[in-house]
Each structure stands twice: as C-alpha cells, then as structure tokens.
C-alpha cells in the first residue's frame, strides 16, 4: 500500500481532556477518532504511569499502527473536502519535546458502513452517507524509537461541505515506549502471540504459544491462547484441554505474574474461561 509522507510539527489541540477527548461535537459536524492497530494490552508487566498521560504501551521494537476515522454521524449526508492528499497533519512528541519520525499516511482510504467495507483512493471531494465513516491507517514509525512518552496527534486539514472543520473528538494517543528485559520476556511472547491471532494465523500462533509455555509452563494466559490458535483450525478437543489446564493454573494461583499484575482480573477470567468451555463442549456436541 502506498504510503504518502505527512507533515511534522506540534498540532494545537483545543478543548481536550488530559485524555485526548473533546467535548461531544456540535449536531452536524464530522468527527474525528485516532485509535490504535492490533493493540495488546499488558498483562505481564505493569501498565503505564497514569501521571505521564500514557494509555498504551510498547516495548522497544514493537509496532504501533493507527487508525485515523473521519465519521458522519448525522443523519444526512456529508463531504469531506481537502486540498492535498491524505488530508491530515501529524505531530509526535517524545517527552514533551517535537521530533520528527517516519510518519506516513495511506492514500487509500476504507468506507465503512455496517458490516460493509469498500477500498476507494483519495479524492479532494469525499462524500459520507448518513452515519458513514472513512477510515485511514497510520505508520508511526514508532518501531524504531527509543524508550520514552510519546504523543501521536491527528488534525484533519479538511472541511465540510459548509465550511466546518472536522471536529477532533479523539485526536490523538499517547504511549509509553519501554526497554526491553529479562522480565519483559513473557509479555513480549504473549503480545506477539496475540498479535498473530488477531490476524488469524493460527498455525503460526500456535508455534509462539508452546515456546512461550515450555519456558513459562504456569502461563495460564499462554494455554488461552494455545486454546484459541487450536480452536481456529478446528481442533476443538485440544482447545477445550488447553482451557482446563488454564483454570486449573488460576485455580491453584499458580501463575504468580499474572496474580501480581492482574489479581483483581482473575476471578472473571475463571467465570469467562468456564463460559468458554461450554460453549466449545456445545460445538463439539453439535459436530458429532
């Protein structure tokens, strides 16, 4: 996909929460919201200090995609009107500081509607029906950063077919980048892990899962996943096994990392791991 190179500097952002979230738009005005890619939230480690502003993490070398959505959630229809493609300008900041980094835009946009998704290129007049929304993707070039707070902001250059600026409800996200360590090993292992079965590539899943389960065989976050790279290519019976045995490690609080850093968590992961069972025992059932 071809990626088109956006501009770097600081964006004003106006009227934001401290968590980059404006005020509800006035009625008529298009939207815009910047959230992240494939995005695997800690489970293993400790989340981001609240008092830098962070809401995600990343470890070095890890990517970050965006998405930046510009939506129509009025009842008519709308435009959205640009001079240059993409549209957009975009600032990163590490610790409050200007930098410059590889950031790039798509010109190819997504209509979303529904269940519906249509691939279209940019035109400088892009019409939105009635609770539309076009959507973006975002290279941060975050990969190759070193640690530090980083703020990713979105200002859409375009207007409306009356002349509105697009209202930036959520403009930006800003992550904490952290070093890489001998106790970050089983947290990378299971973001990547992760990562592979939100694309659906089980096979390979499955690879990173019991690597990651013979150096840490008390991962019962590592049997969900083995359950749920199993469970994609069709083989019930195993994903059912690979639940039991990570009940069976909540149960006896053998996962000692993920008691230390998700213990208030752990009592509804049993009652979702239960409910997960059954409902793949159903599907067993249903396929004899």
């Not at 008529?28 to 995005?39: A, M, N, Q």
């Not at 691939?119 to 950063?145: C, K």
């Not at 079965?197 to 976050?221: C, D, F, I, M």
Request: charged residues 25%.
């Amino acid at each position: 996909m071809r990626m088109i190179a956006a501009g770097i500097g600081v964006v004003a952002l106006t009227c934001m929460t401290l968590h980059g979230q404006a005020p509800k738009p006035p009625t008529g005005f298009l939207t815009l919201f910047v959230s992240p890619v494939e995005y695997v939230s800690p489970t293993y480690v400790a989340d981001p200090n609240p008092e830098t502003g962070a809401t995600r993490l990343l470890f070095e070398g890890e990517p970050l995609g965006l998405t930046v959505d510009v939506r129509n959630d009025n009842d008519i229809p709308a435009e959205l009107v640009t001079k240059a493609s993409p549209g957009f300008q975009i600032s990163v900041r590490r610790d409050r500081k200007p930098i410059t980094t590889a950031v790039g835009v798509s010109n190819v946009t997504t209509r979303l509607f529904l269940d519906t998704r249509r691939s279209e290129e940019w035109t400088s007049r892009m019409r939105l029906g009635p609770r539309e929304t076009m959507r973006w993707t975002v290279d941060t070039g975050l990969e190759t950063v070193s640690p530090g707070i980083y703020e990713i902001a979105v200002e859409a250059m375009g207007i409306d077919q009356n002349g509105n600026k697009v209202y930036p409800r959520v403009p930006q996200q800003v992550v904490e980048v952290r070093a890489r360590t001998a106790d970050s090993a089983l947290e990378m292992a299971v973001r990547a892990t992760e990562r592979l079965l939100l694309r659906q590539e089980y096979s390979e899943a499955e690879k990173l899962a019991r690597t990651a389960l013979g150096a840490y065989p008390n991962s019962a976050v590592g049997y969900v996943q083995l359950s749920k790279a199993t469970a994609g290519q069709g083989r019930t019976a195993e994903a059912i096994q690979s639940l039991e045995t990570a009940l069976d490690i909540l149960d006896r609080n053998a996962d000692a990392l993920l008691q230390r850093f998700r213990g208030s968590s752990i009592p509804q992961m049993i009652v979702n791991l239960g409910q997960r069972i059954n409902g793949l025992r159903a599907l067993e059932q249903k396929g004899r």
